[in-house]
C-alpha cells in the first residue's frame, strides 16, 4: 500500500477520507464495517488504547470503543484545507440510526459553508454569555442561593419552590440590583392576601437567599432588612381527643392500601408524616425502627421500638413487597403520595377535618 500520510506510513488498512498528503495525529483506523444495531451493542473491546470502525454506509461516520467500554460517535472530514472530527454523541445514547442521521445534517452543513469547529465555539461563546446574563439577574441569584443549599439543607426543596412560586416568577429576569424592596414586598402582601404563613414563608426564604447574595457580593445590599414579617402567625396546638383519633382510626379501614395502614401507623408511633410515608423495609430490624438522620429533624438518627399493633399493620405490606418502600403502589420502588387527596376522603370519613393528630395526618 502506497504511503498515504504520516499518521498512516502506509500500514492501516483503510485512512481518514481526505487525509492524504495532509498529516493528522491520531489513532489508525483498522476497521470497516456495516455496522448494525447488534455489531455496535456487542462490539468487543481492544486489549490496550481505543479500537476505531469506520461505517461502509455513511463514509465520514466513525464508532470509536476504549478499553473501559465507552462508545462514541464521531464524523470525520475535509472542511476547506483541514481533516476535521466532530464528536456526535455517545452510545447508547445515540443509537446508530441517530448517529448516522446527525452526520448527514452535518455535512450538509459544511457544503454550506459551515465549519463545524468555528460553530461549536460560536455555542459555547454564545451559553457561557447567556450565563453571564442569568447570573446578573434576580433568578440566577435566586438560583445560585438555590444550589448552595442543595448540598446542605435537607429543606432545599421547599425553599426552592418557594423562591421560584408563580408570584416571584415576574422578578427573576430582572437585574438583580435593580429589584426594590417596594416590588419584594408587594409579592410577598399579594400572598399574604390568601395564606398568611404562606407570606412569611416568603419572606423568611427571601431573607436567606438575599443575605447569601449580600454576603458573596452579588448583591450590595439585602433589602429585606429589618422588614418585619407580613403577618403574626402561631403555632397550632389543637389536637385530636382520643373520641376523635378513634374515629380516624375506624375511618382507615375505608381508605385504600396502604394509605389505611399508614395514618394509623401516625396514631401509635406519633411520628411526622413524611418519616412514615418514607418508611423502608431496610429501616426495619425485627420490631424497632431506625428512622436515618437525613429524614429526622433533630438532624440525628431516631431509633423507635414498634408496639405489636404496628407490627400487625406492616404485616400485609411485607406480603406484596419485601424491599424498598413500606408505603406504596409501585411494589416499592417509590412512596405513595396524593395526600391532599387521602386527607379530604379521611376527613369526610372521620368527620375531623381541619385538625391534627398527634402527628400531622
Request: net charge positive.
Amino acid at each position: 500500500m502506497p504511503l498515504c500520510c504520516s499518521a498512516c506510513q502506509g500500514s492501516a488498512v483503510i485512512c481518514y477520507p481526505g487525509c492524504y498528503p495532509a498529516t493528522i495525529n491520531t489513532v489508525l483506523v483498522l476497521e470497516k464495517v456495516k455496522l448494525t444495531n447488534r455489531w455496535v451493542q456487542s462490539a468487543s473491546l481492544p486489549a490496550a488504547g481505543r479500537r476505531e470502525v469506520a461505517d461502509l454506509l455513511c463514509p465520514g461516520l466513525y464508532l470509536r470503543v476504549t478499553v473501559t467500554g465507552a462508545k462514541t460517535w464521531s464524523l470525520v472530514m475535509r472542511v476547506q484545507t483541514r481533516v476535521q472530527r466532530v464528536t456526535l454523541g455517545r452510545y447508547p445514547v445515540m443509537g446508530l440510526a441517530d448517529a448516522r442521521r446527525q452526520a448527514l445534517e452535518v455535512m450538509r452543513e459544511v457544503a454550506n459553508g459551515v465549519d463545524p469547529r468555528e460553530q461549536a465555539a460560536a455555542e459555547r461563546a454564545a451559553a457561557e454569555a447567556a450565563a453571564k446574563d442569568r447570573a446578573a439577574t434576580f433568578g440566577g441569584v435566586m438560583d445560585a442561593y438555590i444550589a448552595h443549599i442543595s448540598k446542605n439543607a435537607r429543606s432545599h426543596k421547599l425553599i426552592a419552590a418557594n423562591l421560584r412560586r408563580p408570584e416571584m416568577m415576574p422578578l427573576h429576569p430582572l437585574i438583580a440590583t435593580a429589584v426594590t424592596k417596594r416590588e419584594l414586598l408587594a409579592v410577598i402582601d399579594a400572598v399574604a392576601v390568601e395564606t398568611p404563613q404562606a407570606a412569611v414563608n416568603l419572606m423568611r426564604h427571601l431573607k436567606m437567599a438575599l443575605n447569601y447574595a449580600a454576603e458573596r457580593d452579588l448583591l450590595p445590599a439585602n433589602p429585606l432588612v429589618g422588614v418585619r414579617p407580613p403577618a403574626k402567625t402561631t403555632e397550632r396546638e389543637r389536637v385530636l381527643t382520643d373520641v376523635e383519633l378513634a374515629a380516624v382510626w375506624k375511618a382507615c379501614g375505608d381508605l385504600p392500601s396502604p394509605w389505611d395502614a399508614m395514618i394509623r401507623m401516625l396514631i401509635p408511633t406519633g411520628q411526622r408524616r413524611c418519616e412514615v410515608s418514607n418508611m423502608r423495609w431496610e429501616e426495619l430490624d425485627g420490631d424497632v425502627w431506625t428512622i436515618p438522620r437525613a429524614r429526622v429533624k433533630s438532624d440525628r438518627a431516631h431509633v423507635l421500638p414498634l408496639p405489636p399493633e404496628v407490627m400487625r399493620l406492616l404485616a400485609p405490606l411485607r406480603r406484596l413487597h419485601a424491599t424498598g418502600f413500606v408505603f406504596s403502589t409501585t411494589s416499592g420502588r417509590t412512596a405513595a403520595s396524593n395526600f391532599a387527596k387521602i386527607k379530604a376522603k379521611l376527613d369526610e370519613l372521620a368527620g375531623v377535618g381541619g385538625r391534627r393528630s398527634r402527628s400531622a395526618i
